[in-house]
């Protein structure tokens, strides 16, 4: 038997699929879709690939077949589909097929031995035994030296309840590295129980379908249709918060279901909370899959294996789950569809809402898609009737729209008064305590984190790896790098100019605590931002807590302003709102004003009404004003006519290549190159921008430069720029890396 086997290389446009001999002990097992070790090339090492086609022997040989040395998987999670949906997204988005087939593999599947070495029945927890201040101490006097050591310590810093298989595998350290850290005294290895399932230990009331209300009723009828006739159809639900969407979603996959097929359900990462499932398992029982990155990476892959094994009827997950090998799908789902996170950052940089398109498409299934504020590509595409509009205008639950009001900063300044907290909001806060209703305080943390400078010259305390300033974490004193978990202690003295004088710019959700605390020195306070989260299970355990314990005020980021009810949230206050609306991407107008509108949301969502306060020096700005008037049309109507007049999306397409590489000299020699390829016999047909450095040229210690492209992009035009990276990737150095992102929502 003769297996095609494409190969797992970094040589880009090495899409070509090479044959090997099964060899006869191994013909049991093999499988299109299943992962092998060959020998290829003159390399003595063995190369990873993937078995794409099956064929008889053919006789005879014309020369002599290498044999395959071994199989790794035992299941097989790509058959001819995948295989089909890996080579259009090798080509849309300019990437290698085995980089496309990578996202349907399991989590986890990295590497030839790791696959098979993990017993996912019997994890071990790694706790860290000395103090942040220790270790720090041995790392400074080199009594710790690896860098791999170093990696997995600051891990541990900062994050708890960390299992083996997650180090392993998530942060590629080896076992050796692990029995090291535990010989020298730095951490401990604990036994755990298998991880409890989900699912099982829910113990939930059974729910029935909700009798609909009209709005609810109109759109499941108007969706239905396309269900029943199997017929593929791109939906827009555009629905204000609470207007019962979840619960039209709820009975749209029971349709499905009674036709025999399946549904997957994407929710941004953030609100895939115990909540956002529970809703899901009451109505379906547990035939449910869940895919969440925070889940042990042994945990997702017997997940994977359920769902292959057909026992899965739903999958509820975050943008990866869109690859979960589930067949028979009859609806894909996708909730918040705004939201930047169904927009992969890492190549192939895809955009969730095409590739969920591209399936429902093969499949005639039906693509919903669901926002109280939807991007504005995809309203646009609703209005000119590419994709059916659907408009829930009503709360469900006769609750009412809360009240939004703007705090005008510059009175504030006036009266003398600098704090975060303005008078207005310190009025409402304190009646809400009178009231014991409970208050969000919602802080944007873009340019609110709290870093370090020197008084005396200016210095930053920038990352050594990234060209960023590093954050400056109070509660054990450390900075760390949000890029590339780089950490180091907090300096007394000025490396530049010696001076003693190292003060914290602490904007950030800490410093609205302190003030907050000095206002109302009795209150009780919860804070959720991406320093208290680190944890697996924290966020929701936070969220527990403010609503059961009936905390005051939560203070946090952009985390709260996602799905979870809180009855008695009768008071938002929103005060990082010049901070969003100062940013100047072309997209940073939508993303700015459904960051306000949606937290505004989050205010009376039951029987109780609600305030919002929201704090600017910019109150006449379109965003503001669209937000008080409780309009996304006001929005909609001044961004698309910006949009056209400028030429942007969905006027214009942009493609956005990013050269990167350790080398800043090859990056920039390889950007100039491909610039010159796609300006060469260039009718008109795009225009290409020279080679630009983005607002932060290194990442971990990868340098980056951008070439830009905007085009009315059509199929002749699509192709010529594909063959021109094409010639690119044979022309490039070694080093760098070439990738893509269509439409990027932030240059
Ligand atoms: P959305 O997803 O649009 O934000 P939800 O589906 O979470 O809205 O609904 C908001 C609230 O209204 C929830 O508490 C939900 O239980 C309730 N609700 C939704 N539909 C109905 C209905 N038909 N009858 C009664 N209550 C409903
Ligand atoms: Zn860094």
């Given at each position: 038997?003769?297996?095609?086997?494409?190969i797992n290389?970094s040589v880009n446009?090495?899409?070509?699929v090479?044959?090997?001999?099964v060899?006869?002990?191994?013909?049991?097992?093999?499988q299109?879709?299943?992962?092998v070790?060959?020998?290829?090339?003159r390399?003595k090492?063995l190369?990873?690939?993937?078995?794409?086609?099956?064929?008889?022997?053919y006789?005879?040989?014309k020369?002599?077949l290498k044999?395959i040395?071994d199989?790794l998987d035992?299941?097989?999670y790509?058959d001819?589909?995948?295989?089909?949906?890996?080579?259009?997204?090798a080509y849309?988005?300019?990437?290698n097929?085995y980089?496309?087939l990578k996202l349907m593999?399991p989590?986890?599947?990295?590497s030839?031995?790791?696959?098979?070495?993990?017993?996912t029945?019997?994890?071990?927890?790694v706790?860290?035994i000395?103090?942040?201040?220790?270790?720090m101490?041995d790392?400074?006097s080199?009594?710790?030296?690896?860098a791999?050591?170093i990696q997995l310590?600051?891990?541990?810093?900062?994050?708890?309840n960390?299992?083996?298989s997650?180090?392993i595998e998530?942060?590629?350290?080896?076992?050796s590295?692990?029995?090291?850290a535990k010989?020298?005294?730095y951490?401990?290895i604990?036994e755990v129980?298998?991880e409890?399932?989900?699912l099982?230990?829910?113990d939930v009331?059974?729910?029935?379908?909700?009798?609909p209300?009209?709005?609810q009723?109109y759109v499941?009828?108007g969706?239905?249709k396309?269900i029943?006739?199997?017929?593929y159809k791109q939906?827009?639900?555009h629905?204000?918060?609470g207007?019962g969407?979840t619960?039209?979603y709820?009975?749209l996959?029971?349709r499905?279901?009674?036709q025999?097929?399946k549904?997957?359900?994407?929710?941004?990462?953030?609100?895939?909370t115990?909540?956002t499932?529970?809703?899901?398992?009451?109505?379906f029982g547990n035939?449910?899959a869940i895919l969440?990155?925070k889940?042990?990476?042994a945990?997702r892959?017997?997940e994977y294996?359920?769902?292959?094994?057909g026992k899965?009827?739903i999958?509820?997950g975050a943008?990866?789950?869109?690859?979960a090998?589930i067949?028979?799908i009859?609806?894909v789902?996708?909730?918040?569809?705004?939201d930047?996170?169904?927009?992969?950052?890492?190549?192939?940089?895809?955009s969730?809402k095409?590739?969920?398109a591209?399936?429902?498409?093969?499949a005639?299934?039906?693509?919903?898609?669901g926002s109280a504020?939807?991007?504005?590509?995809t309203?646009n595409?609703?209005i000119?009737?590419n994709?059916?509009?659907?408009e829930?205008?009503?709360?469900?639950?006769?609750a009412?729209l809360p009240e939004i009001e703007?705090?005008?900063?510059?009175?504030d300044?006036?009266?003398g008064?600098?704090?975060?907290i303005?008078?207005?909001?310190k009025?409402a806060?304190?009646e809400n305590?009178?009231n014991?209703e409970?208050?969000?305080?919602?802080l944007n943390?873009?340019?609110?984190?709290?870093?370090l400078?020197c008084?005396?010259?200016g210095?930053?305390?920038?990352c050594?790896?990234?060209?960023v300033?590093m954050?400056y974490?109070?509660?054990?004193?450390?900075?760390?790098c949000h890029?590339?978990?780089?950490?180091?202690?907090k300096?007394?003295?000025?490396?530049?100019?010696?001076a003693s004088e190292?003060s914290?710019?602490n904007?950030?959700t800490?410093?609205l605590?302190?003030?907050?605390?000095?206002l109302?020195p009795?209150?009780s306070v919860?804070r959720?931002?991406?320093d208290?989260?680190?944890?697996?299970?924290?966020?929701?355990?936070i969220?527990?807590e403010?609503k059961?314990?009936?905390?005051?005020?939560?203070?946090?980021?952009q985390?709260i302003?996602?799905?979870h009810d809180m009855?008695?949230?009768?008071?938002?206050?929103?005060?990082g709102?010049?901070?969003?609306l100062?940013m100047?991407?072309?997209?940073?107008s939508?993303?700015a004003f459904s960051?306000?509108f949606?937290?505004?949301?989050r205010?009376g969502?039951?029987?109780k009404?609600?305030?919002?306060?929201?704090q600017t020096?910019?109150?006449?700005?379109?965003?503001i004003?669209?937000?008080e008037?409780n309009?996304y049309?006001?929005?909609?109507?001044?961004e698309?006519?910006?949009?056209k007049?400028?030429?942007?999306?969905p006027f214009?397409?942009?493609?956005?290549f990013?050269v990167s590489g350790?080398n800043?000299?090859?990056?920039?020699?390889?950007?100039?190159?491909l610039?010159?390829?796609?300006?060469?016999d260039n009718?008109?047909?795009y225009?290409?921008?020279?080679p630009?450095?983005?607002?932060?040229q290194k990442?971990n210690n990868?340098f980056?430069?951008?070439?830009?492209?905007k085009?009315k992009?059509?199929?002749?035009?699509?192709?010529?720029?594909?063959?021109?990276?094409?010639i690119?990737n044979?022309k490039?150095k070694?080093?760098t890396?070439l990738?893509v992102t269509?439409?990027?929502?932030f240059?």
């Amino acid at each position: 038997m003769i297996a095609k086997i494409l190969i797992n290389t970094s040589v880009n446009t090495l899409n070509k699929v090479y044959d090997y001999k099964v060899p006869d002990f191994l013909v049991p097992q093999v499988q299109i879709g299943k992962r092998v070790s060959v020998s290829f090339g003159r390399g003595k090492n063995l190369e990873e690939g993937i078995i794409v086609k099956l064929e008889e022997d053919y006789e005879p040989q014309k020369y002599k077949l290498k044999e395959i040395s071994d199989i790794l998987d035992d299941v097989s999670y790509i058959d001819e589909k995948r295989l089909k949906l890996a080579k259009y997204i090798a080509y849309v988005y300019f990437c290698n097929v085995y980089d496309a087939l990578k996202l349907m593999l399991p989590p986890g599947t990295k590497s030839k031995n790791s696959s098979k070495s993990l017993d996912t029945k019997k994890d071990k927890k790694v706790v860290l035994i000395k103090s942040s201040d220790e270790i720090m101490q041995d790392i400074e006097s080199n009594v710790v030296k690896s860098a791999k050591q170093i990696q997995l310590l600051s891990f541990l810093m900062y994050t708890d309840n960390v299992l083996m298989s997650d180090i392993i595998e998530g942060l590629s350290i080896s076992r050796s590295v692990i029995n090291t850290a535990k010989k020298n005294g730095y951490i401990d290895i604990v036994e755990v129980e298998k991880e409890n399932d989900f699912l099982k230990d829910l113990d939930v009331k059974r729910t029935k379908a909700l009798k609909p209300t009209e709005e609810q009723k109109y759109v499941i009828d108007g969706i239905s249709k396309y269900i029943y006739d199997e017929e593929y159809k791109q939906c827009l639900i555009h629905g204000v918060t609470g207007s019962g969407k979840t619960e039209v979603y709820l009975q749209l996959i029971e349709r499905v279901l009674d036709q025999g097929r399946k549904a997957i359900v994407l929710v941004p990462e953030i609100s895939l909370t115990y909540q956002t499932v529970e809703r899901f398992v009451s109505r379906f029982g547990n035939s449910i899959a869940i895919l969440h990155s925070k889940m042990t990476i042994a945990k997702r892959k017997d997940e994977y294996k359920r769902i292959k094994t057909g026992k899965v009827n739903i999958v509820i997950g975050a943008r990866s789950a869109i690859f979960a090998p589930i067949d028979n799908i009859g609806l894909v789902i996708i909730d918040e569809e705004h939201d930047s996170s169904y927009y992969s950052q890492t190549k192939p940089k895809y955009s969730t809402k095409d590739i969920a398109a591209y399936i429902c498409k093969e499949a005639n299934a039906v693509l919903v898609l669901g926002s109280a504020t939807p991007e504005i590509s995809t309203y646009n595409k609703a209005i000119n009737g590419n994709v059916e509009l659907f408009e829930m205008k009503k709360r469900a639950a006769n609750a009412k729209l809360p009240e939004i009001e703007i705090v005008d900063l510059r009175d504030d300044r006036i009266m003398g008064n600098t704090s975060n907290i303005s008078l207005k909001l310190k009025a409402a806060i304190e009646e809400n305590i009178k009231n014991k209703e409970q208050t969000i305080l919602f802080l944007n943390k873009r340019g609110y984190n709290s870093y370090l400078t020197c008084k005396q010259c200016g210095y930053v305390f920038n990352c050594p790896n990234c060209d960023v300033a590093m954050t400056y974490h109070k509660s054990n004193n450390l900075l760390l790098c949000h890029y590339c978990s780089h950490v180091e202690r907090k300096f007394d003295i000025c490396p530049k100019c010696g001076a003693s004088e190292i003060s914290s710019y602490n904007l950030g959700t800490e410093k609205l605590e302190e003030e907050l605390k000095e206002l109302f020195p009795t209150i009780s306070v919860l804070r959720m931002d991406a320093d208290t989260t680190v944890a697996r299970d924290s966020q929701q355990k936070i969220l527990d807590e403010f609503k059961n314990n009936n905390v005051d005020v939560l203070i946090g980021t952009q985390m709260i302003s996602k799905g979870h009810d809180m009855p008695n949230v009768t008071l938002v206050g929103i005060i990082g709102t010049d901070a969003l609306l100062a940013m100047n991407d072309f997209s940073a107008s939508e993303r700015a004003f459904s960051n306000i509108f949606q937290v505004s949301g989050r205010a009376g969502r039951s029987t109780k009404s609600g305030r919002v306060l929201i704090q600017t020096s910019d109150t006449e700005n379109y965003i503001i004003k669209a937000v008080e008037n409780n309009s996304y049309i006001d929005f909609f109507e001044k961004e698309i006519e910006y949009r056209k007049t400028f030429g942007y999306p969905p006027f214009i397409d942009i493609l956005l290549f990013e050269v990167s590489g350790s080398n800043l000299q090859d990056v920039k020699i390889d950007a100039e190159k491909l610039y010159n390829i796609l300006n060469y016999d260039n009718q008109n047909e795009y225009r290409v921008f020279s080679p630009k450095s983005p607002y932060i040229q290194k990442l971990n210690n990868r340098f980056r430069v951008n070439v830009m492209i905007k085009a009315k992009l059509n199929t002749k035009i699509y192709s010529k720029v594909y063959d021109k990276i094409k010639i690119y990737n044979t022309k490039k150095k070694n080093g760098t890396i070439l990738s893509v992102t269509k439409n990027p929502s932030f240059i």
